[in-house]
């Protein structure tokens, strides 16, 4: 029984994204084609693997629970406005940056 499994790998130039593979992978460097392709593919399968959300899935996920909250009109509700101050600002700016980062 034979201990390796050969691939033979052909990526057609005139196709842009197998032509950018096919550079990338006669740039390398100092790494082994064979590793940085099994390493490639690992990656590739734990990403199909996780449970990880995309924006997508939360914006479908979204758009599933709007349709089954029903919105009420409280007739003409006037709220205060007011420009909020440099300190707020900044404040809701690193609020929304911290609630991205709980997606990556």
Not at 22 to 39: D, M
Not at 72 to 79: D, E, H, L, Q
Not at 97 to 102: G, T, V
């Amino acid at each position: 029984m034979q201990d390796d499994y050969r691939l033979n790998l052909r990526l057609r130039l005139d196709n842009p994204k197998e032509k950018q593979a096919a550079e990338y992978l006669q740039s390398l460097q100092g790494i082994s084609r064979n590793k940085f392709v099994v390493e490639a593919i690992i990656s590739y399968i734990e990403k199909q693997n996780s449970k990880a959300l995309t924006i997508d899935d939360i914006r479908s996920i979204f758009k599933e629970e709007l349709k089954a909250v029903s919105f009420v009109s409280v007739g003409n509700v006037t709220m205060p406005s007011r420009e909020l101050t440099e300190e707020e600002q900044a404040e809701n700016i690193q609020n929304v940056i911290e609630d991205l980062n709980m997606f990556k």
